[in-house]
């Protein structure tokens, strides 16, 4: 990685890319949000698969993160990291949409399936049986827990980015991560009993 | 740092968020615990590295944006100027959202004085009349009136604004968009020219951008003081304007031999223009851009293609690297050094030839031997050609910038490059290309340590 991009003092310079697309939008150029999307579209669209459950019902709402995004490009003023900002917005919306369509606690993972003709080594991997059952015990938690698992593991923020986030507080994100492991824990030996 | 404390770090440490300070405490406390520590560490590992599948398999499909969200923005075509305007001139277009808008207003301000409430009706009464007098074309009438209606509000407010801030207020209201649609009108009016991002030039149209956009959505490309384009035509515009001279017989390359990164020299990608350039999933326009990079960013080559394709390390997509065209970009720093291709154009690396459908493509290593030389001190061997792959380590030393290891091939993974490379103890182990530095084996040091017999 280069210098100039580790060595950005804060997401909030000017010279920022990220602050650039947002202020693009504000200013009304879709080229911003064309690119915030090709850079954020996906992490946030595996946020929401976490936390709704349902494919489909996150690529909806990850429209409309997008379109809120834009709608709001103008009153975002840099207290936090873009990408933050708009998983803040993607929880708020996945909030609102459950609440409208009462989406099922969990369906069985389909982007479990997406991988389903892979070939090599890497099918190998995936197909671990034991990766498996730990997958199926992640798919049990509650959302909470569960989010708290790919904002930490595949978003990579900070425990207090978390809490921003989520709107929680620092310890409760510790303790929801600590409460996960010990579900998965139980899970794992009840299916090793039964299974 | 007690044990509870410890523990509470540990998904922190497996996801590399720890800063340096906790990072060492971590580290120190770990090595004092011995093998129960690392056990737990080893734990969340399994957790992380299946979390993580999952959740990139969710993002590789990402979806194009919507036709609806592309039409939901038209309205806001134009700079927004005065937000805020307490007096919009314009009233909104259709009665119903008129009358809505009023509705909301007279709900938030019952105490209003009547005559104010007046004065806002006569307001709303006057701009009705000025809608009638407007020559305005009646498409972007229709945009402003899609808009009005279908503005997601009410959504945003259904969350309590104080976790968003001031970042994410609620959803504008029909009033907020009544200023919005007026103002944008009045800097049409006043010959008002946008500026699209906060940089002492402008932005210069490109051709290529907003591939994404469908044609008939195109929003009007700003105009620019230094052109001759005078209209709001999209495609005259984008037609008319050229970013950055074809360059043919080779990249344009600013030389700068000292720019070494931990004794590796550099060759960095720069966009020189003013304008947004693409970068693309494979070295052709055939297939969709997945990136685009800003006017002044660089980004590091990896490799640069015999057709003079420059693929650049993207660290913010989970799709790691992407293709920038030779015309639109320049070249910084020791290119020559730093065995790209530049030298002997025979010896073109051209490690990723990505098929279009499959997901894993692995090429065995041909012609003279190869070797991949660690770039990034961050790197780590894994077990496979994936981020999700297990961690290798050799005799459990982490790797140094240098090391070298004898390419056995290439692979493409999800579009993403990994070097298939051997040693002693993982024949089969594999670095990601944006780590590493390709080059010719023989122009290496006599003994490489770490290479595996060819």
């Not at chain 2, 770990?30 to 398999?57: L, N």
Request: proline share 9%; charged share 20%.
């Amino acid at each position: 990685m280069l210098n100039h991009q580790t060595a950005t003092p804060t997401p909030y310079s000017e010279h920022d890319p990220d602050w650039l697309l947002i202020r693009a939008m504000a200013d009304g150029d879709i080229r911003g949000l064309n690119e915030l999307y090709a850079r954020y579209g996906g992490l946030l669209l595996s946020f929401l698969t976490a936390r709704v459950g349902n494919r489909q019902l996150a690529e909806e709402i990850l429209q409309d993160v997008m379109l809120a995004a834009w709608n709001h490009a103008e009153k975002f003023e840099a207290r936090s990291k873009v990408k933050t900002w708009l998983l803040v917005i993607a929880r708020n919306r996945a909030i609102n949409a459950q609440r409208r369509k009462q989406v099922p606690v969990m369906q069985i993972n389909d982007v479990l399936h997406l991988q389903s003709d892979d070939t090599g080594p890497q099918e190998a991997l995936e197909r671990n049986e034991r990766h498996d059952r730990v997958r199926d015990a992640i798919q049990k938690l509650p959302d909470g827990q569960r989010e708290v698992l790919v904002l930490v593991f595949y978003h990579q923020l900070t425990g207090p980015e978390v809490a921003e986030v989520l709107d929680i507080s620092e310890g409760t994100v510790k303790s929801r991560l600590h409460r996960a492991k010990e579900n998965l824990k139980g899970l794992l030996t009840q299916e090793g009993h039964t299974g | 740092m007690n044990h509870k404390e410890w523990q509470a770090l540990i998904p922190f440490y497996v996801a590399q968020t720890l800063n340096d300070a906790q990072r060492r405490r971590f580290e120190a406390y770990a090595q004092q615990c011995g093998a129960s520590c690392h056990g737990e560490i080893e734990q969340w590992r399994e957790i992380a590295r299946v979390v993580w599948q999952d959740a990139d398999a969710a993002a590789r499909r990402l979806p194009p944006l919507s036709q609806e969200v592309y039409s939901r923005l038209q309205y806001r075509d134009r700079p927004p100027a005065t937000k805020y305007s307490a007096n919009p001139s314009r009233p909104p277009q259709g009665d119903g959202e008129k009358t809505r808008a009023l509705r909301i207003r007279g709900q938030r301000n019952t105490r209003l004085p009547l005559t104010l409430v007046a004065g806002i009706v006569m307001t709303f009464i006057f701009g009705a009349l000025l809608v009638v007098w407007s020559t305005r074309p009646p498409a972007e009438d229709d945009v402003a009136t899609i808009a009005l209606n279908t503005t997601p509000e009410g959504d945003m407010g259904e969350v309590a604004s104080s976790q968003l801030g001031a970042d994410a207020q609620p959803t504008q209201t029909p009033a907020d968009i009544t200023a919005d649609v007026s103002a944008t009108a009045q800097s049409r009016d006043l010959g008002v020219l946008p500026t699209p991002f906060p940089t002492n030039t402008p932005i210069v149209p490109t051709a290529t951008i907003s591939p994404a956009l469908p044609t008939s959505l195109a929003p009007p490309v700003q105009s620019l003081p230094s052109q001759s384009n005078s209209g709001d035509d999209a495609s005259t515009a984008l037609d008319s304007v050229t970013p950055v001279p074809a360059v043919e017989n080779g990249p344009l390359i600013t030389p700068s031999p000292g720019a070494m990164l931990d004794g590796v020299p550099v060759c960095d990608v720069v966009n020189p223009t003013n304008a947004i350039i693409n970068v693309w999933g494979q070295a052709n326009r055939n297939d969709p851009p997945i990136a685009a990079v800003l006017p002044g960013e660089r980004y590091r080559t990896i490799v640069i293609s015999q057709e003079g394709w420059y693929q650049i390390f993207l660290p913010n997509l989970a799709q790691r690297l992407g293709w920038i065209a030779p015309e639109n970009a320049i070249l910084e720093g020791n290119c020559d050094a730093s065995g790209l291709w530049l030298a002997t154009p025979t010896q073109v690396n051209t490690p990723m030839r990505p098929s279009p459908t499959a997901t894993y493509v692995v090429e065995a290593a041909t012609g003279s031997p190869q070797v991949a030389v660690i770039i990034d001190p961050a790197a780590r061997l894994r077990s496979g050609p994936s981020d999700s792959a297990q961690f290798v380590t050799l005799n459990s030393e982490p790797l140094q910038v240098g090391d070298e290891f004898l390419v056995n091939g290439f692979v493409t993974y999800y579009n993403q490059g990994w070097v298939r490379v051997g040693s002693r103890e993982y024949p089969e182990a594999y670095l990601p290309l944006s780590d590493v530095q390709i080059i010719p084996a023989e122009t290496t040091q006599p003994t490489p340590t770490l290479i595996n017999n060819p």
